[in-house]
């Protein structure tokens, strides 16, 4: 859920999808209406300008469903809903999405509630209470901060299995890989999932139903879905094809609940920002948030503490943490001076990424009375798409044309060679980036559609340039001449005789 946050994460998943782009272009140069905003004590003009700016980003990212809310240190709020849900009813304060990555913040307030209560110690190793990850050993403050030495491919590759029988969460975490570097930060899936599987440990039930007990219920968010039988009314989401929003219901994930299958509405999503600033301290204590919320390590652009992100801004540090799984994002992030902003769209494509992580900040510049940033969808990985049909397509040209076959045999050999370099670089193209060819289905379906169809068209196109000259179809200049010609100079040869 992550985003290629990719389950897909959000920025690990552009990097790659990027990576593609540019390889796949390198190949194929070398082969050849909103609704309107709820009453609030915001100014009206802020106001106004709050609900301009989202109903900008609704039609200019064509996103079928969205909610919004700006809470105020006063406990004041300001929501927006636009659109409809998967089943076509109106998207409401209550209508169920998917927080993605997002959950993570919650995994690991579980982990120092029970480090507070003395029942773990983060510098202890995690083998301690897991016996049978005693060959990667992570401690569990390496395991909050994405510095265990799992990868992002490790976790990747374990995710959206959408097991929902009796210890999903333990199987996930024994069938992971450990193939990164101990120490150095690499954001991953796995290392929120061996937490799960550790709290599952300490307290001798699934995750979710912990997560309910000892979070999501004291905090007040009641129609919150940690488990696959309470979120059974979620509705589908969508992923992009070709720019365009397409449902897409892949269901809720067991195993996946301690770093992204957490299901919510705006209503719960408000509780959880204001008991994140300090508005649940018998749930989050003081001590608690600064633990969850100081920065730890450096992630980068970032910074990363435990479950969320820590950002410089004009506005100051950003603690926030943006969550994608297959149809879904969320975003939820604490600006100064007690405010909070929460998103939920019902799609998601990597392309849009940039533009759907620039509304949360956008909107506390709004209220701080200034201009929105302007950050659009990426314009490369909007036309991957279309790059990789167009390699598909000369494949396939490549292929009919073969049947009429040059007829030299050099300039023949030369395009099957170019043929199977194509073929290779598009075989090799997702492991390269540490993903596979079932990741990039998952998260960049248009895509991976459309690289499977490149395989076959230049595959076929090799095939037909190696054949032996004697199965094409056209004809070259070592075929006999017409029979009729033929007949003409035998009887040429007899009148000389």
């Known amino acids: 859920m992550v985003v290629l946050e990719w389950r897909k994460p959000v920025r690990k998943i552009r990097h790659l999808i990027l990576g593609c782009l540019v390889t796949l272009g390198v190949v194929a140069l070398t082969a050849a209406c909103p609704s309107a905003a709820a009453p609030s004590p915001v100014a009206p003009d802020t106001n106004a ?17 969205m909610a919004a809310a700006v809470v105020t240190p006063d406990a004041t709020r300001f929501e927006w809903l636009n659109g409809d849900d998967g089943n076509g009813a109106p998207i409401r304060p209550d ?35 897991l016996p049978w990850l005693a060959d990667a050993s992570p401690t569990v403050e390496q395991l909050l901060t994405h510095t265990s030495g799992y990868s992002t491919a490790d976790g990747l590759a374990v ?16 069938d992971l890989e450990h193939s990164g570097t101990r120490g150095r930060y690499e954001y991953s899936d796995a290392n929120y999932l061996i937490l799960g599987a550790l709290i599952e440990e300490l307290d ?70 204001r008991a994140q600033n ?31 992100r820590i950002t410089p801004s004009d506005l100051g540090p950003l603690v926030h943490h943006t969550g994608a799984t297959p149809g879904y994002f969320a975003h939820v992030m604490l600006g100064p001076e007690g405010q909070a902003v929460v998103i939920l769209a019902n799609a998601y494509s990597e392309a849009k990424a940039p533009a759907l992580a620039s509304i949360a900040e956008n909107l506390l510049l709004i209220l701080d ?9 990426d314009p490369l990985l909007t036309a991957l798409p279309s790059l990789v049909s167009t390699l598909a397509a000369l494949g396939l040209v490549i292929a009919i044309a073969s049947w009429w076959r040059p007829a030299r045999r050099g300039l023949r050999w030369t395009m099957a060679a170019a043929a199977i370099v194509i073929i290779g670089a598009l075989w090799l193209l997702p492991s390269l980036f540490g993903i596979n060819l079932r990741v990039m289905r998952i998260w960049m379906p248009d895509a991976a559609i459309m690289l499977i169809a ?19 179809i056209g004809r070259s200049r070592t075929q006999p001449p017409p029979a ?10 007899t009148a000389h005789d």
């Open 484 to 493: 009729s010609a033929t007949g003409q100079q035998c009887l040429q040869s």
């Open 454 to 472: 490149s395989l076959i068209t230049w595959s076929l196109a090799a095939a037909l340039l190696i054949l032996p000259a004697r199965f094409a």
């Open 369 to 377: 009375g200034r201009s929105p940033t302007a950050a659009g969808a």
């Open 95 to 129: 209508t169920p999405f998917l927080i993605g990555s997002v959950a993570k913040s919650m995994t690991a307030a579980l982990i120092v509630q029970r480090v507070n209560r003395g029942e773990l110690a983060l510098s202890e190793p995690i083998s301690n209470h």
């Open 278 to 308: 300090g508005g649940a301290p018998d749930v989050l204590s003081p001590d608690a948030l600064r633990q969850l919320h100081d920065p730890r390590v450096d992630a980068g652009d970032d910074e990363y503490g435990y479950g969320w």
């Open 204 to 273: 001798g039930r699934p995750f979710g139903e912990a997560l309910r007990s000892d979070l999501v219920e004291p905090l007040g968010m009641h129609h919150t879905a940690t488990t696959s039988e309470a979120a059974a009314n979620l509705s589908a989401g969508h992923r992009y094809w070709w720019g365009t929003p397409r449902s897409h219901s892949s269901g809720f994930d067991d195993s996946g609940t301690p770093y992204g299958y957490v299901a919510s509405t705006l209503d719960d999503m408000v509780r959880y920002a």
């Open 49 to 65: 300008d709050l609900a301009a700016y989202l109903s900008a980003v609704a039609v200019d990212q064509n996103i079928p469903g």
């Open 159 to 174: 995710a959206e299995r959408f097991d929902n029988t009796d210890g999903a969460v333990r199987h996930a975490a024994e």
